[in-house]
């Protein structure tokens, strides 16, 4: 475990469940992202691993005009989807009811594992596996049901390995990303009953495929996300890989699904091109292994398949941002994790340093949401603006523009009729005032002319250090003589 | 219902646009991508797409594929082959073309099969509703003869595949089957075995469903249906 995770998540039980993360402050969030930087090991890992993904995901759009056409067609069908949002989801709440699913809405995180924790008790569970979700993570569901006496077990390979290992997933589809081979090499070796030391990557997952099969067969809940709701048809899809996803909603007798209320589309057809821009923007996957789309439990003569499905509609703070037409385009996200593949800060500090479940440029935007801006108010401000997030991103979310709304709704004066939770946390009567005064001087030429006259004047009397830009740079200083006054000599 | 379900319904239609956008169109995008070609153009590019998601392809015919498949389970070591035997192909299935292999077909529930499904049977064999030639992908839809889990538990995955059920796009096969009047309780796509890279990105076969993925192919010079 390298050091900036040490004190967040070294804490772990003897069911190897991660304590939840706590936000951390202004401080600690500084100075995580410090060692962060100063992690070689840490550095190179996500180097590496963001250089291959990038890579991949280019190889996948060789045709600028298909691309172009895709994300075109894929924000359409977002914003087409949010704009009918309340109707499309009690539309797939009647087709799911009818396909025999039962739904539930959860306001917040703690409503929807009490909603979890019900079902459980009334199957007296004691085990639950899980296909890999991030609003599972959201919620902190591992730590509820532990609390409760419930096991909940990772399945995916990436979250079962941050699981063994006490920790939090640090990329939102490669959640073990941060760890090098023979990291997972050595807690096999401690964590796995009857493992000794290999490095070898197919015996590796061989051993996770051995020890999770045996769950697969004996788990009486199985819990996943949900990538795409489909209203017209009542249908849960589901993206991946491994196919944990696909026993964990096929082996055990109850099925429970948990997603944001966002991920509705109306149409059936609607999924094909999100599906394709998804897996190619994600891992530079053509498609993936599997696409398992659920349209209810096992009917009367079926072999298999779960007998009860249930699906929890999150909320969460998202209708928070749905109720603004500028932030509304936050839940357009179809969670590719493009934007933080493509993010300088997110390659150099990795995605344990935010302390937030979804890191990257899209936590940046969402988590302000779900947590409010008391707790997250500096981590719109973890970002250089470059824009390489809003340019890769598959369904056209401005993600620069919302991160700059971010910061004025942070920093702006409290006032009486917020739009965000929090709003004004970040506000600094003096930033404040000297901005303000920035503004008076830079906006009227008068003013102008008599600051730089007065600056250059009085340059001897500059500050020598200033501030964070000193740390590592020269002291800014005012030139003796002024532009204007250079070009009047040149007349 | 809820109170958390109107508050949030509520809170969402306070703030709903009044007029929807405008429905997306979507045949702009996927009329230039269903090439007019034919079953083996579209074979061969299904055939490339698969085959780089690390699966097995064999041509065949109707009256071969069974004699091939009991060759195909003897050259893999497969001791039992589980299979549905209440379908057109499973009723093709007879002990004489399995030289090596115990055919066992699927009967009961799987709490009744779970421990020998994930213990002693060696590999599943289903159908297949079609495939898509552009990403090179089968479509599965499970049913009470052909269970979900044949083609997801087993370590190997036999697939049988009607060449000329091969369709461009995703897009164009679910409009050419009318999906959205009604999907089974489950429908598949399937690109090849099981597998992860979630391991410093070293790509590995057999995560946690079949390891093997071996699609039949027949009609491979047949006409489009």
Request: glycine content about 8%.
């Amino acid at each position: 475990m390298s050091a900036p995770h040490a004190t967040s998540a070294a804490a772990s039980s003897s069911k190897g469940d991660a304590r939840p993360i706590a936000f951390v402050s202004a401080q600690a969030l500084r100075e995580r992202m410090h060692d962060a930087v100063n992690d070689p090991h840490l550095r190179k890992s996500f180097r590496g691993a963001m250089d291959f993904l990038m890579a991949k995901r280019a190889a996948q759009f060789p045709d600028e005009a298909e691309l172009d056409s895709l994300r075109t067609l894929s924000e359409g069908i977002r914003q087409y989807s949010l704009s009918r949002l309340p109707d499309l989801l009690e539309q797939l709440e009647a087709n799911l009811t009818r396909n025999g699913v039962q739904v539930h809405w959860a306001a917040d995180a703690d409503e929807a594992n009490a909603i979890m924790l019900g079902i459980a008790r009334r199957h007296a569970a004691k085990t639950i596996v899980k296909g890999k979700s991030m609003v599972s993570e959201e919620i902190e569901f591992n730590h509820a049901m532990h609390d409760a006496g419930v096991d909940a077990l990772e399945s995916d390979m990436g979250e079962y390995i941050v699981q063994l290992a006490g920790e939090k997933p640090s990329h939102i589809i490669m959640p073990a990303i941060h760890k090098t081979k023979e990291q997972i090499a050595t807690l096999f070796a401690e964590k796995v009953p009857g493992v000794s030391y290999t490095d070898n990557v197919d015996t590796l997952i061989q051993i996770g495929r051995q020890v999770l099969r045996e769950k697969f067969e004996q788990a009486d809940i199985g819990l996943s996300g949900v990538n795409f709701a489909v209203a017209e048809t009542g249908t849960l899809c589901l993206v991946e890989n491994e196919g944990n996803g696909r026993m964990c909603t096929t082996v055990p007798r109850v099925h429970m699904a948990i997603t944001g209320i966002e991920k509705v589309v109306e149409k059936l057809e609607h999924v094909a091109p999100l599906y394709s821009i998804l897996t190619r923007s994600a891992t530079g996957q053509a498609i993936s292994t599997y696409f398992n789309m659920i349209s209810g439990p096992r009917k009367p003569g079926e072999k298999d398949g779960p007998e009860e499905v249930h699906l929890i509609l999150l909320d969460n703070g998202r209708s928070q941002a749905y109720a603004d037409e500028q932030l509304r385009k936050t839940l357009q996200c179809i969670r590719c994790g493009a934007c933080m593949n493509h993010c300088p800060v997110y390659t150099r500090i990795g995605g344990l340093a935010y302390g937030t479940t979804y890191p990257g440029p899209i936590g940046k935007i969402v988590s302000p949401h779900m947590m409010g801006l008391e707790q997250t108010h500096l981590l719109p401000t973890v970002s250089t603006l470059c824009g390489a997030c809003g340019e890769v991103c598959p369904v056209r979310i401005p993600i620069p523009e919302l991160l700059v709304r971010l910061r004025g709704e942070a920093q702006s004066k409290p006032h009486d009729n917020p739009v965000m939770v929090g709003q004004g946390a970040g506000y600094s009567p003096l930033a404040s005032f000297v901005w303000r005064t920035w503004a008076r001087i830079y906006a009227r030429p008068g003013n102008y002319r008599i600051f730089s006259w007065l600056a250059s004047r009085f340059r001897a009397l500059t500050p020598s250090r200033q501030s964070g830009w000193t740390a590592a740079r020269t002291p800014l200083t005012p030139a003796p003589r002024r532009l204007r006054d250079m070009v009047r000599d040149r007349q | 219902m809820s109170a958390s379900r109107d508050r949030i319904l509520a809170r969402l239609r306070a703030s709903q646009p009044a007029q929807p956008l405008p429905t997306p169109v979507l045949d702009a995008h996927y009329t230039p991508r269903a090439r007019n070609e034919g079953v083996r153009e579209r074979l061969a590019r299904f055939r490339t797409g698969i085959e780089s998601f690390h699966a097995e392809v064999h041509v065949s015919s109707e009256a071969g594929w069974p004699a091939l498949l009991g060759r195909l389970c003897a050259e893999k070591g497969v001791g039992t082959l589980m299979y549905g035997a209440d379908t057109p192909a499973g009723r093709q299935l007879q002990p004489s073309a399995f030289p090596a292999t115990v055919l066992r077909p699927w009967a009961g529930t799987v709490e009744e099969l779970k421990a020998d499904l994930f213990h002693r049977v060696d590999a599943g064999f289903t159908q297949t509703l079609g495939a898509i030639a552009e990403t090179g992908t089968l479509i599965v839809w499970p049913s009470e003869a052909e269970p979900r889990t044949l083609s997801l538990v087993p370590p190997i995955h036999f697939a049988l595949l009607d060449a000329r059920n091969i369709h461009p796009t995703f897009f164009d096969a679910l409009r050419a089957g009318n999906w959205a009047s009604g999907l089974p309780t489950n429908t598949l796509l399937i690109s090849g075995p099981s597998k992860t890279a979630d391991i410093q990105q070293t790509l590995a076969y057999g995560a946690h469903g079949p390891k093997e993925l071996v699609v039949i192919v027949i009609n491979a010079e047949g006409e489009v249906q």
